[in-house]
């Protein structure tokens, strides 16, 4: 069994300035690694994703993340945020073999101007 | 492309009766579909497996007699939720997992359906 830890449960930043959202897995065998968007009475939208190669993945809207197998963490990055990235954000896990994915509790993502 | 459909976006319904919510996939075949089920400011938390043509699997907790899944076509889940109560109100998200190649481990998620119970 996977499990999910998103660190922060609410983001508050600036428009224009960075921001990084935390996510750490556990798992006893090689996974998949995701993060989704969902804004207000929506479903997930796909942002990125590891499956395997290069560890730091780009993904829409200018977000990136980074896969480091040693501290088990998959943080999420933008470098400028705009007010449109206020959203809920999910990391996900999958382990090889079972596609079902198991989500962190979520960070909320407020951009302000 | 990979676009999942679910219809309604929205229902009030009684207490005591029965709703039946489909999740489509509109341009590609699905022999995989979950269905999660999301409370007001929590995660998705997985409740059953629809595989086409077989019975689903459910997660631990999940009463399958109360939340009914039929998966009858490579494009098309149904979940039903019989006889329900206020306490099944939620927003209820089904998503489709493509076999094509490039998206082998990609969920596509639907937008979604608010389940409201009075």
């Known amino acids: 069994a996977q499990s999910v830890t998103q660190l922060d449960s609410q983001v508050p930043v600036f428009e224009e300035a960075p921001v990084e959202l935390r996510c750490n897995y556990s798992?006893?065998?090689?996974?998949?690694l995701f993060w989704y968007v969902q804004y207000p009475n929506q479903g997930l939208q796909l942002l990125l994703k590891?499956?395997?190669?290069?560890?730091l993945v780009k993904g829409i809207n200018g977000f990136e993340a980074e896969f480091n197998k040693s501290q088990t963490s998959f943080h999420l990055r933008k470098p400028s945020v705009h007010i449109s990235d206020t959203a809920e954000y999910f990391c996900?896990?999958?382990?090889?073999?079972?596609?079902?994915?198991?989500f962190g509790a979520g960070t909320t993502v407020t951009v302000r101007a | 492309g990979a676009v999942v459909s679910q219809h309604p976006s929205w229902v009030i319904c009684k207490s005591g009766t029965s709703v039946k919510i489909e999740c489509r996939s509109l341009?590609?075949?699905?022999?995989?579909m979950f269905w999660y089920r999301q409370f007001p400011k929590q995660s998705l938390m997985l409740m059953a497996t629809?595989?086409?043509?077989?019975?689903?699997?459910?997660e631990q907790g999940v009463e399958k007699d109360k939340f009914l899944i039929n998966h009858a076509s490579l494009t098309l889940s149904t979940l039903t939720v019989t006889s329900a109560h206020p306490e099944d109100s939620s927003f209820y998200i089904c998503?489709?997992?493509?076999?094509?190649?490039?998206?082998?481990?990609?969920?596509?998620f639907g937008p979604g359906t608010r389940l409201t119970v009075l």
């Open positions: 798992s006893s065998v090689s996974v998949y």
């Open positions: 590891y499956l395997s190669g290069s560890t």
């Open positions: 998503s489709a997992r493509d076999v094509g190649q490039g998206n082998y481990n990609e969920q596509f």
């Open positions: 341009d590609f075949q699905a022999t995989t």
């Open positions: 996900a896990v999958s382990s090889f073999g079972d596609y079902k994915l198991s």
């Open positions: 629809s595989n086409e043509g077989s019975k689903a699997t459910y």
